[in-house]
């Protein structure tokens, strides 16, 4: 099982160029989520996808646009990249429970982005 | 505004040496309380999720409990692979059916031989 895959592993951009994160899971998930880790500051939610065709801004969207292309694939863009945006982006997964709210995230293995 | 704090930031222990780790969360109502594991360069791999005050969740070493304040990470007799960070993150009940989780910012964990 290859649960949540993200590409590229690791890039380095420069300021105002443009890229495309991609993420796809094999689990049959209903919801979607991109956040980006940071020292000290720990995982924040960027945007997440609740069901296909839906998508909704997280605590730090500047900067980010997503689109959920279908119910495996949700892909983080940035425009014009910032070294503010240097950080590990993780993409992850869940199960939509009504009653209890969500499933456990499942988690990719990150994409190490540097904007120089 | 809901937030979750984690201490210590780092724990060093030795090899079968007991500790806990604490997450405590302001949260305008509690959905779910969640522990995750991080191991360096890779991505959080989930452990427990709690839902009320009282419950408690063990896997090997590890036992999580939940108060309506705070939950508790105890590890007994720690071994060297247990190094890792720790992540705590609650969802709470404004999130609706979104799964969208705040995170603390981890209790990262080395484990001596």
């Known amino acids: 099982n290859a649960g949540v895959t993200q590409t590229p592993k690791f890039q380095v951009l420069k300021t105002g160029q443009s890229m495309t994160l991609q993420c796809a899971q094999d689990m049959n998930h209903n919801s979607m989520y991109w956040y980006r880790q940071d020292p000290g500051m720990g995982l924040r939610l960027i945007y997440y996808s609740a069901s296909e065709g839906t998508t909704d801004k997280g605590e730090v969207p500047n900067g980010y646009n997503v689109s959920r292309l279908n119910k495996r694939e949700f892909s983080l863009r940035l425009e014009s990249a910032a070294p503010s945006q240097t950080s590990v982006y993780f993409c992850?997964?869940?199960?939509?429970?009504?009653?209890?709210?969500?499933?456990?995230?499942?988690f990719g293995e990150g994409s190490r982005l540097t904007v120089l | 505004e809901d937030q979750v704090t984690q201490s210590p930031e780092a724990l060093r222990l030795q090899e079968g040496e007991s500790s806990s780790l604490n997450c405590s969360y302001t949260?305008?109502?509690?959905?779910?309380l969640f522990w995750y594991r991080q191991d360096p360069g890779k991505g959080p791999e989930f452990l427990f999720t709690l839902y009320s005050a009282g419950e408690e969740k063990e896997k090997e070493r590890l036992k999580a409990t939940l108060t309506k304040k705070e939950s508790f990470l105890h590890i007994t007799a720690p071994k060297p692979e247990d190094s890792a960070t720790y992540l705590c993150?609650?969802?709470?009940?404004?999130?609706?059916?979104?799964?969208?989780?705040?995170f603390g910012q981890g209790t990262t964990l080395q484990v001596k031989p």
């Open positions: 993150a609650v969802q709470a009940r404004g999130s609706g059916n979104t799964g969208k989780l705040i």
């Open positions: 949260v305008s109502g509690l959905r779910g």
């Open positions: 992850a997964s869940s199960e939509l429970r009504v009653q209890r709210g969500t499933g456990e995230l499942f």
